[in-house]
């Protein structure tokens, strides 16, 4: 079945927003925890519909390549801090590079500072990156150079940034319909050893019908990018349905929210939004910058691609 490239974009945007609502009340949580909130039933029930600072983050990197028809790197930093809001649960490097360029430092120079000077690998970066997978989806150089840019406003470390790019990526395959040749464009994409030995372990781990405990532990579950954006990529390409790999990687604990936001981008950039469920959606908020606005951006994107087809 052909989906439109338009319900694509809202897919990615709202199932984002949907996997971060749902493993927000579970973020930091220990796989068995989990469970024994969320059963085993097929269609967990989103409780609190409220998302975190992983959806804050990416609707301002969609709101500035809009305004920008591109990317804009002082432009999507303001739009960050106008747009922060420290009840949505940011990380710490996060945090302190957005408070540094309010006061007045440089976009490009504050995150290499942090970590005492190594830079954060936090997964900060790949969690916001979906509109920037949207945006350039046909090209995967231009992809790449706007990931590591945008990225660089808090995350410097290479591992933070190629995370970034390696999640952009997965959208944009995911975009153009290619679930079955995923792994083989991402090993050609990635070129990090870090980043490819997971991807060759995911191929692995496919094969062999794993269990949740050896996907913690041979992709992992953490907060470094390294640990979430391998198992998102996992989560989408072991089952068929939305719904399904968003489950999945949220009942494997750890970074809940973030590993959500990630397999919901993906996945929804895939399934396009009308194969995300329902009832998820419904209780997903709708305040100012809620779920009908987030829809509006996902259109917004799309003509502004449209505008801008070479991406560049
Ligand atoms: O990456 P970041 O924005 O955090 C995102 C996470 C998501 O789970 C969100 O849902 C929210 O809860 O926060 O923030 P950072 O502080 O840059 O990175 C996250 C964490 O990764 C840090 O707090 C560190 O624990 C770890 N980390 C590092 N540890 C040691 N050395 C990141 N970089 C380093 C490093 O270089
Ligand atoms: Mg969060
Ligand atoms: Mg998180």
Redesign the pocket.
């Known amino acids: 079945m052909k989906i439109d490239l338009k319900s694509k974009f809202t897919g990615a945007l709202i199932g984002s927003a949907v996997g971060d609502a749902l493993g927000a009340p579970v ?1 930091g949580w220990s796989m068995e925890r989990v469970r024994s909130v969320y059963s085993e039933r097929k269609l967990w029930k989103m409780s609190y519909g409220r998302y ?3 959806t804050e983050l990416m609707i301002g990197v969609a709101e500035s390549l809009i305004k920008n028809k591109g990317f804009n790197g002082a432009d999507m930093a303001r739009t960050f801090i106008q747009n922060y809001d420290a009840k949505r ?6 945090t302190g590079a957005l408070k540094r360029i309010k006061a007045g430092e440089s976009w490009k120079e504050v995150s290499k500072k ?2 005492c000077g ?7 970066a790949a ?1 916001r990156i979906a509109p920037v997978g949207l945006f350039y989806y046909d090209n995967a150089d231009v992809l790449r150079e706007i990931a590591y840019k945008s990225s660089l406003i ?2 410097s ?1 290479e591992l933070g940034k190629a995370g970034a790019a390696l999640q952009a990526f997965a959208v944009a395959l995911a975009v153009r319909g290619q679930k079955e040749s995923m792994l083989s464009e991402l090993k050609n994409f990635a070129q990090n050893n870090v980043y490819k030995e997971k991807i060759r372990r995911i191929e692995t781990l496919l094969d062999k019908d794993a269990t949740k405990k050896e996907i913690i532990a041979k992709l992992g579950n953490g ?2 990018a390294f640990n979430s954006v391998p198992t998102a990529i996992y989560s989408f390409l072991r089952f068929d349905r939305f719904e399904d790999s968003v489950i999945y990687a949220i009942s494997l604990g750890g ?1 809940t ?2 590993i959500g936001a990630m397999t919901g981008a993906i996945s929804g950039a895939y399934y396009g939004d009308g194969a995300i469920p329902n009832e998820w959606i419904e209780q997903l908020e709708d305040g100012e910058k809620g779920k009908s606005y987030i829809k509006r951006l996902a259109e917004e994107l799309y003509v502004a691609k449209n505008y801008n087809p070479n991406g560049s």
């Open positions: 973020e975190t600072d992983d649960g940011y990380g710490p490097g996060s942090l970590f190594e830079g954060s690998y936090g997964n900060g969690m808090t995350h470390h907060m470094a970074d929210d973030t």
